[in-house]
Nanobody, 123 residues
Framework: QPRLVESGGGSVQAGGSLRLSCETS????????MGWFRQIPGKEREGVASIDVDGSTTYADSVKGRFTISQEPDGSTLYLQMNSLQPEDTAMYYC?????????????????WGQGTQVTVSS
């Protein structure tokens, strides 16, 4: 069973930056698409960014120009660099993986999920 473990969350003031990491184990994700999602209690999970097998990336409109998704060449670790953070970015952030060439921002495509890491942005 593939295992995903997120880290790098924390508290930051508006305008600050954080870098989230997602380490994979049990199965390399070199040939799989990966994504970052976030969720606020009481709201639906939202797709933030995804990266396909060919390196193509997709971003939610709310984070374009501020967040960057990337991945180690061997697929061992997925990253989300978050700059110019705003209070509305506060959420639990999850990484997810799927054995497809291309995924996107729909959470229904992803069978594998991490436990999440909390990001809190204060004004």
């Amino acid at each position: 069973q593939p295992r995903l473990v997120e880290s790098g969350g924390g508290s930051v003031q508006a305008g600050g930056s954080l870098r989230l990491s997602c380490e994979t184990s049990g199965n390399r994700y070199t040939k799989h698409c990966m994504g970052w999602f976030r969720q606020i209690p009481g709201k639906e999970r939202e797709g933030v960014a995804s990266i396909d097998v060919d390196g193509s990336t997709t971003y939610a409109d709310s984070v374009k120009g501020r967040f960057t998704i990337s991945q180690e060449p061997d697929g061992s670790t997925l990253y989300l660099q978050m700059n110019s953070l705003q209070p509305e970015d506060t959420a639990m952030y999850y990484c997810a993986g799927a054995r497809f060439y291309r995924c996107g921002l729909s959470d229904g495509q992803y069978p594998y999920w991490g436990q999440g890491t909390q990001v809190t942005v204060s004004s």
